[in-house]
């Protein structure tokens, strides 16, 4: 089955302790990303990749770090996760760039920070 | 920052009647997307419209482009129960077809 997979998918951590969110996709996609989703925020882009070791900042990168060195695989990384980083964070995939092609999302991983 | 605003921020009608959304933008993009959100899940894809393309039809959705106005608009004809759900307009613009921006969605519930 086609799928975005994350995870974990709940986690509860506390302030300071390194975290990373993994994201994986079967579509042999090109284009990842991922997104944060507030309550009256709407989904705010963190990071993009358009292909293996090619990422770049979306609206909100501060505190987040990501990698791509495959192409199924793009991990979240909160080196240092403070509490207003607690959100439900969505992975997205696509075949190719996000504003020309259908956006596949993951099922949302929600994280608090205490 | 913030592209797409989406209007009403909350909608509620009976099934079977129509339900319309609209989503203003503020610069130029190149298209337009409409996704839907059931409660706290991952979010799903309902169409996309070009910037030279003013109307589009997917079975009971239809979404028009004015790009004179920066707005757009989706309309769910004979809606139904299973329509209930968060409905969000995202834009890509100018030079970047890497970044998608995602307006603040609309909460649609459809009372049977």
């Known amino acids: 089955e086609a799928q975005v997979t994350q995870n974990p998918r709940y986690l509860i951590t506390v302030t300071g302790k390194k975290l990373t969110v993994t994201c994986s996709q079967n579509?042999?996609?090109?284009?990842m990303s991922w997104y944060r989703q507030d309550p009256g925020l709407g989904l705010r882009q963190i990071y993009y990749?358009?292909?293996?070791?090619?990422?770049d900042k979306g609206d909100v990168p501060e505190g987040y770090k990501v990698s791509r060195k495959e192409k199924r695989n793009f991990p979240l990384i909160l080196e240092s996760p403070s509490p207003n980083q607690t959100s439900l964070y969505f992975c997205?995939?696509?075949?190719?760039?996000?504003?020309?092609?259908?956006?596949?999302f993951g099922p949302g991983t929600r994280l608090t920070v205490l | 920052s913030q592209q797409g605003e989406e209007d009403p921020q909350a909608l509620s009608i009976q099934e079977g009647e129509n339900a319309t959304m609209n989503c203003s933008y503020k610069?130029?993009?190149?298209?337009l997307q409409w996704y839907r959100q059931n409660s706290g899940r991952g979010l799903v894809h309902l169409i996309l419209?070009?910037?030279?393309?003013r109307e589009k039809h997917s079975g009971r959705l239809r979404v028009t482009l004015d790009t004179s106005k920066k707005s757009s608009s989706l309309l769910i004809t004979a809606s139904r129960a299973a329509d209930t759900a968060s409905y969000f307009c995202?834009?890509?613009?100018?030079?970047?077809?890497?970044?998608?921006?995602f307006g603040q969605g609309t909460i649609l519930t459809v009372h049977p």
């Open positions: 610069t130029s993009i190149n298209n």
């Open positions: 579509m042999n996609h090109e284009y």
């Open positions: 990749s358009m292909n293996v070791e090619v990422t």
């Open positions: 997205a995939s696509s075949k190719g760039l996000a504003g020309v092609n259908e956006q596949f």
């Open positions: 995202a834009t890509a613009g100018g030079t970047s077809y890497g970044k998608l921006t």
């Open positions: 419209i070009r910037s030279n393309e």
